[in-house]
């Protein structure tokens, strides 16, 4: 019996953009095996593979990188609002607040040349915000980088290396979407609606700020941070166990295997930072890790998920900490976009019922 407690197990769509098989350790998108794209493409075109069901032609490539590139350069309105905000609005409500503030050029039905505009727009809120309050002058993008470079060139006010910009991009793919996950599925009831798309991601972002969604990553930084030395490591992990606190970065709702995204971003940090002391201590802190929760949590099957890895390049390529989840919005916009596209094509009020369980009129 499904449990109406957080929904789990409970369908409430159908969609052919991702396929998350938590028994097998599986994620496809629109028929392509999440990682192999990861390895071998870039992000626009499995952007463009998520909004139209196809991989691009060179030539539509072309045209939706230019469309992206087009939109790296904000409107007026949308620097004063974020000028506007006080300091200590946090990142995520700053991207909420200037995503709310885009006029889609069409309000119903949504467009992707309205998605595209939106995912072009984001990285620059990111980066300026991110400039403006740690007192830095904003870097204007660049218009001859690509969408992921240009993001990187923004906040480190360099051109990143092509090995930084590759094992980027490979995270920013491989958590473009995964199924109908809490934000997404706020995307698709705020869509349902016959509202527009902002509105719709506005949503989604919402969702998407809460530690039990976006905020991972930094959790897992935190843990490494706090474990310091290889020889820590066994200690550190077994008082955790020992007090019945998790372990960061393991265990997932869905996979009950290998999670196939934690793979494929261990396989391109490997490539990337073999020398790093850091690279060092994470993956022998993984080792010792699933050790560990073998001999404390028999059968429970927790293996390492896509946030340890992520820390892992986040960390590499100098995205600074606070900008973690809003780094993840800019990959998983094109997912939600898509959902909406998707929800809008085939669309009903997404209107469930409850339970009445309150007292009755005496
Ligand atoms: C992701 C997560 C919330 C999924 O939880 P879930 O599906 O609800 O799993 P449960 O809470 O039912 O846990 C099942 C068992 O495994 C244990 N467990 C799960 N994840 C664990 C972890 N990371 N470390 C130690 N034990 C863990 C639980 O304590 C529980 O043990 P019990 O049977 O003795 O009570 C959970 O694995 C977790 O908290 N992981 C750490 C945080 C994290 O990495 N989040 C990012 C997710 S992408």
Redesign the pocket.
């Known amino acids: 019996m499904p449990s109406v407690n957080g929904l789990a197990d409970i369908v409430a769509a159908e969609t052919e953009l991702s396929m998350v098989d938590g028994q097998r350790g599986r994620l496809v998108y629109r028929g392509y095996e999440a990682p192999a794209l990861a390895k071998t493409r870039r992000f626009s075109e499995v952007a463009h593979l998520l909004w139209t069901g196809r991989l691009p032609d060179p030539s539509e490539l072309r045209e939706l990188e230019t469309q992206l590139t087009e939109a790296r350069t904000l409107p007026p309105e949308i620097v004063a609002i974020l000028d506007a905000l006080p300091p200590e609005v946090d990142m995520m409500s700053a991207l909420r607040t200037a995503v709310s503030a885009i006029r889609p050029r069409q309000i119903w039905p949504p467009t992707i040349e309205d998605a595209t505009r939106i995912a072009g727009m984001m990285p620059t809120i990111v980066a300026y915000r991110h400039a403006k309050v740690t007192g830095q002058t904003p870097v204007p993008p660049r218009l001859d980088l690509s969408h992921v470079a240009n993001y990187l060139y923004m906040l480190n006010g360099r051109a990143p290396s092509e090995a930084h910009t590759r094992a980027l991009e490979a995270y920013l793919i491989l958590t473009i979407d995964h199924g109908l996950n809490a934000s997404t599925f706020a995307g698709r009831v705020a869509a349902s609606t016959q509202s527009d798309l902002s509105a719709a991601l506005t949503a989604a972002l919402a969702a998407m700020k809460g530690p ?1 969604h976006g905020g ?1 990553p930094s ?2 930084m935190d843990m490494l941070d706090e474990i310091g030395s290889r020889e820590n490591a066994a200690p550190f992990l077994r008082a955790k ?1 020992e007090r ?10 869905v996979y009950k295997t290998r ?1 196939p995204r934690a793979e494929a971003l261990r396989d391109i940090v490997i490539e990337l930072t073999q020398a790093d002391p850091w690279f060092d201590l994470a993956a022998h802190t993984e080792t010792i890790a699933l050790r560990l ?1 073998e001999e ?2 028999p059968g ?1 099957e ?1 293996y390492t ?4 890895w992520a820390a892992a390049i986040l960390r590499t390529v100098e995205i600074p900490k606070p900008i973690y989840t809003a780094t993840f919005s800019i990959s998983r916009v094109v997912g939600w976009s898509a959902h909406v596209l998707e929800q809008a094509a085939n669309n009903r009020l997404i209107r469930p019922q409850s339970t009445y369980v309150g007292p009755l009129p005496a």
């Open positions: 039990l991972a959790l897992v166990l019945g606190e998790r372990l960061m970065g393991f265990g997932h709702r999670d929760l404390y949590k429970r927790l998920n896509v946030e340890y």
